[in-house]
């Protein structure tokens, strides 16, 4: 399976402690030069820059490829990471960004998020969801109410504590 991924995801799953759910969920992940670059920015927290400087053997980084003029209007995370997989034919890109998810889309890539994520590695018993939402609602991720209702539905009723 070929996963890429952009900046938000690699960084929250990281500031929730939950980063390590990507490894048995797919593998390998792919992360252009560009979101290495935001992930070890000034403005990323110290724990995200701390991974990055020392990612895991999953984590794949890679050249950014040619850029594509017409996403231009996305930042370079996202530009290079739509670009990286299209470029791969890639499986799936994790994205969070609200106007690359839509391009992402358009260019009928199978994006899924943070959230996503959670929900897929809850599944997978690799997680708490609720647990994790929790942390993830103490970082400053802006989570939409319609988003945490869609996920929830997605991943089916909870099942009851006997």
């Known amino acids: 399976m070929i996963v890429v991924a952009d900046t938000s995801p690699i960084n929250y799953l990281v500031l929730i402690g ?4 990507l490894e048995p969920l797919y593998g390998r992940v792919l992360v252009p030069d560009a979101v290495v670059a935001e992930l070890n920015g000034t403005k990323a927290p110290a724990l995200v820059r701390a991974w990055i400087a020392q990612p895991p053997f999953w984590c794949e980084i ?3 490829p040619p850029a594509d003029p017409r ?3 996305l930042g370079a995370g996202e530009r290079a990471a739509i670009t990286l997989a299209l470029s791969l034919g890639a499986d799936r890109l994790l994205i969070d960004d ?3 998810r839509n391009e992402a889309e358009r260019r009928h890539l199978r994006i ?3 959230l996503g994520t959670l929900a897929d590695a809850h599944m997978a018993g690799l997680l708490d969801f ?3 939402l929790e942390r993830l609602k103490s970082t400053d991720f802006r989570l939409h109410p319609d988003l ?3 996920i929830r ?3 089916g009723p909870e099942k009851k504590q006997s």
């Open 18 to 21: 939950s980063i390590d759910v």
């Open 62 to 64: 890679r050249p950014d």
């Open 130 to 132: 609720q647990r994790a």
């Open 98 to 100: 609200l106007a690359g």
């Open 112 to 114: 899924t998020g943070t």
């Open 148 to 150: 945490e209702r869609l």
């Open 153 to 155: 539905r997605r991943m």
């Open 71 to 73: 996403l231009r209007f």
